[in-house]
């Protein structure tokens, strides 16, 4: 009797054998891997289960089956696809100028692509900061917030030059908000990758994961 109850479920509920793949790589993995990344404690980051594709469904709610041929293409949790390849300097710092300099503090792009105040443009509108804001959801992590404000608050003082993820966000003496705040420097830790994870081996260019926020799938 048992047999057959568990047969009608599995045709009336349509329970299939799970998939596994590699977050990162985007190919199929088995049980051994699994367990590897499972005893790691990676398994969340590094591995995608989900149902086999039905070539009839549409896209699935987190980004799986989009591609029917590469089903984990699209998902949570994995790459970005690059245009161009990464340009880093010396230890995945950031790139230089091409005249050898260093490029312009993040500040100082901030305060000038996304002003604070009145700043009437005839060329971009609010539109351009919803497109910003929209944008830098899909890329932040709640997880890179808790570490710069919670576990690394001291990428500003002088113990942050010896934690290679602190980036201390440096402020300057004009900005428009903080030239009359004393404050000089945002505590800022480098974004989560698969290599600080475990994915992938360190040694090569960190590549960020993206995540699929459901308000934003029409």
């Given at each position: 009797?048992?047999?057959v109850?568990?047969?009608?479920?599995?045709?009336?509920?349509?329970?299939?054998?799970?998939?596994?793949?590699?977050?990162?790589?985007?190919?199929?993995?088995?049980?051994?891997?699994?367990?590897?990344?499972?005893?790691?404690?990676?398994?969340?980051w590094?591995?995608?289960?989900?149902?086999?594709?039905?070539?009839?469904?549409?896209?699935?709610?987190?980004?799986?089956?989009?591609?029917?041929?590469?089903?984990?293409?699209?998902?949570g949790?994995?790459p970005?696809?690059?245009?161009?390849?990464?340009?880093?300097?010396?230890?995945?710092e950031?790139?230089?100028?091409?005249?050898?300099?260093?490029?312009?503090?993040p500040?100082?792009?901030?305060?000038?692509?996304?002003?604070?105040?009145?700043?009437?443009?005839?060329?971009?509108?609010?539109?351009?900061?919803?497109a910003?804001?929209f944008?830098?959801?899909?890329?932040?992590?709640?997880?890179?917030?808790i570490?710069?404000?919670?576990?690394?608050?001291?990428?500003?003082?002088?113990?942050?030059?010896?934690d290679?993820?602190?980036?201390?966000?440096?402020?300057?003496?004009?900005?428009?908000?903080?030239?009359?705040?004393?404050?000089?420097?945002?505590?800022?830790?480098?974004?989560?990758?698969?290599?600080?994870?475990?994915?992938?081996?360190?040694g090569?260019?960190?590549?960020?994961?993206?995540?699929?926020?459901?308000?934003?799938?029409?």
């Amino acid at each position: 009797m048992l047999p057959v109850l568990l047969l009608l479920f599995a045709v009336f509920c349509d329970v299939r054998a799970a998939l596994f793949y590699d977050s990162y790589y985007g190919v199929p993995i088995g049980m051994d891997e699994v367990k590897r990344h499972s005893k790691a404690n990676t398994t969340f980051w590094c591995v995608n289960e989900f149902e086999p594709c039905d070539p009839n469904e549409g896209r699935r709610v987190d980004g799986t089956c989009n591609n029917i041929r590469y089903p984990n293409r699209g998902a949570g949790h994995t790459p970005f696809t690059r245009v161009l390849p990464p340009v880093f300097d010396k230890d995945f710092e950031p790139k230089k100028a091409a005249s050898g300099n260093d490029l312009p503090l993040p500040r100082v792009l901030r305060t000038n692509l996304v002003s604070v105040g009145k700043v009437p443009s005839q060329r971009l509108t609010q539109l351009a900061i919803h497109a910003f804001v929209f944008l830098s959801s899909d890329v932040v992590s709640l997880h890179d917030t808790i570490n710069y404000i919670l576990w690394r608050p001291y990428c500003c003082a002088p113990r942050g030059k010896n934690d290679t993820y602190c980036v201390p966000n440096k402020i300057p003496e004009n900005d428009p908000v903080h030239r009359f705040s004393g404050h000089r420097c945002l505590n800022m830790t480098r974004p989560e990758t698969f290599q600080s994870i475990g994915c992938i081996p360190k040694g090569s260019s960190p590549e960020r994961r993206h995540y699929v926020h459901l308000p934003f799938l029409g």
